[in-house]
T-cell receptor, first 111, second 116 residues
Framework: QQQVKQSPQSLIVQKGGISIINCAYENTAFDYFPWYQQFPGKGPALLIAIRPDVSEKKEGRFTISFNKSAKQFSLHIMDSQPGDSATYFCAASIQSYQLIWGAGTKLIIKP | GAVVSQHPSWVICKSGTSVKIECRSLDFQATTMFWYRQFPKQSLMLMATSNEGSKATYEQGVEKDKFLINHASLTLSTLTVTSAHPEDSSFYIC????????????FGPGTRLTVT
């Protein structure tokens, strides 16, 4: 009930392509869904977040798509660049409190 | 944006000694701070949650006598690993949330602890 399932575990995308990472949850009480980007040896950095009252949020090349009925949300990275190569984590929480984390996706952008 | 710092960024200590890691919110008041542990190629594992002026709440399986957490002010929380052993070697990360941060969690850069 508290899990957040993230896929794929790893992803290789050509430069300029679209990277898509998916997450699914069970607990309908979750009301905050952030995505974090983590580079090796660094702490996670908040990338973009969404609340369930909207179906999509875009910030630059990053877009979250949210499907409340399917209990799924995804991160789309448009025009992927080598600098986007990192590990991405989705998460979910109730009122932005304790985060429940996905397992992470290692993204590699090939030049 | 909201900035969280950690000190030290890396530390090597001998088995049996204690190590203190500091977590500071630099430009906002952190009403709640979280401490995580991360093993290589794994997700973050929440260790404990601390509210300013209160005792920390530890997750199941985390030894509170081994991992001492103090949240004495709205900008500082400390994690002390007592009597460290090689199995305590890990990447420790703090995060903070508060009114100015719009209740979003902002993470520190992490501390790499190696116990020899």
């Amino acid at each position: 009930q508290q899990q957040v399932k993230q896929s794929p575990q790893s992803l290789i995308v050509q430069k300029g392509g679209i990277s898509i990472i998916n997450c699914a949850y069970e607990n309908t009480a979750f009301d905050y869904f952030p995505w974090y980007q983590q580079f090796p040896g660094k702490g996670p950095a908040l990338l973009i977040a969404i609340r369930p009252d909207v179906s999509e949020k875009k910030e630059g090349r990053f877009t979250i798509s949210f499907n409340k009925s399917a209990k799924q949300f995804s991160l789309h990275i448009m025009d992927s660049q080598p600098g986007d190569s990192a590990t991405y984590f989705c998460a979910a929480s109730i009122q932005s409190y304790q985060l429940i984390w996905g397992a992470g996706t290692k993204l590699i952008i090939k030049p | 944006g909201a900035v969280v710092s950690q000190h030290p960024s890396w530390v090597i200590c001998k088995s049996g000694t204690s190590v203190k890691i500091e977590c500071r919110s630099l430009d906002f008041q952190a009403t709640t701070m979280f401490w995580y542990r991360q093993f290589p190629k794994q997700s973050l594992m929440l260790m404990a949650t601390s509210n300013e002026g209160s005792k920390a709440t530890y997750e199941q399986g985390v030894e509170k006598d081994k991992f001492l957490i103090n949240h004495a002010s709205l900008t500082l929380s400390t994690l002390t690993v007592t009597s460290a052993h090689p199995e305590d070697s890990s990447f420790y990360i703090c995060s903070a949330t508060g009114l100015r941060a719009s209740y979003e969690q902002y993470f520190g850069p992490g501390t790499r602890l190696t116990v020899t």
